[in-house]
């Protein structure tokens, strides 16, 4: 019997992850949160084999999930499930301490793979995954600029970069205008530019953006 529970604040999309789990894997039991908060009341109630993650959370975003989860049983296996592309988040992901990042385009069958890796002990790093933590290895250790910026600035600074206003990107995390905005005024000051114009150009420059 494995445990596994899921995190999306889309009951469609947790409903879509079980329907192909259970095409796949017998004897499952299922949790299901659509929030940190929840994730974390329910993951502290019982054990589980595995926790499938999304980035995207109201309020506390998945990246901060993660750390909290280690937190909370550092031995929890958690498989990120995210819309942003591998180069995006994948690398924070796992220095966050999850065993793999799986982009919401992936075909099912590669969920069963991640999910029968994790399960097993160990961790799911796709191809392009492993050849940006070669990257990361050999890279000159004078970071980008964007780099620096918390995961929660990061988000932040790649919603701006898509187009989405302040208003649009505090309803879509959960969060008060007023929050946003103070997170919109941090990334201006660690990347030392003026405006949202500045931002989206930087973003387009340094392949950011979809």
């Keep these: 019997m494995k445990n596994i529970l899921i995190v999306d ?3 469609l999309l947790r409903r879509g992850l079980i329907k192909i789990i259970d095409e796949h894997f017998n004897d499952v039991t299922y949790g299901e949160a659509g929030t940190a908060a929840e994730a974390l009341e329910i993951a502290g109630k019982q054990k589980w084999d595995i926790v499938l993650l999304d980035i995207n959370l109201p309020g506390r ?8 989860l280690k937190q909370l049983d550092p031995e929890l296996p958690i498989l990120v499930i995210s819309m942003y592309p591998e180069d995006q988040f994948a690398i924070r992901v796992i220095k966050a301490g999850a065993s793999g990042y799986l982009t919401k385009d992936s075909a099912p069958e590669n969920l069963v793979t991640a999910l029968d890796r994790v399960l097993a002990g160990q961790q799911y790093i796709t191809p392009s995954v492993a050849d940006l933590l070669t990257k990361e290895l050999r890279s000159d250790p004078r970071k980008e600029p964007y780099e620096l910026l918390s995961d929660r600035e990061f988000q932040v600074f790649l919603l701006i970069a898509s187009g989405k206003t302040v ?6 995390l959960s969060l008060s205008v007023k929050t946003i905005s103070t997170y919109r005024m941090h990334i201006l000051e660690k990347l030392n530019m003026k405006n949202n114009a500045q931002l989206i150009i930087y973003a387009v ?6």
């Design 9 to 11: 604040d889309h009951v």
């Design 205 to 210: 420059r340094k392949n950011l953006t979809d």
């Design 167 to 172: 208003s649009q990107i505090a309803e879509e």
């Design 61 to 68: 975003s998945g990246l901060e999930t993660v750390k909290d």
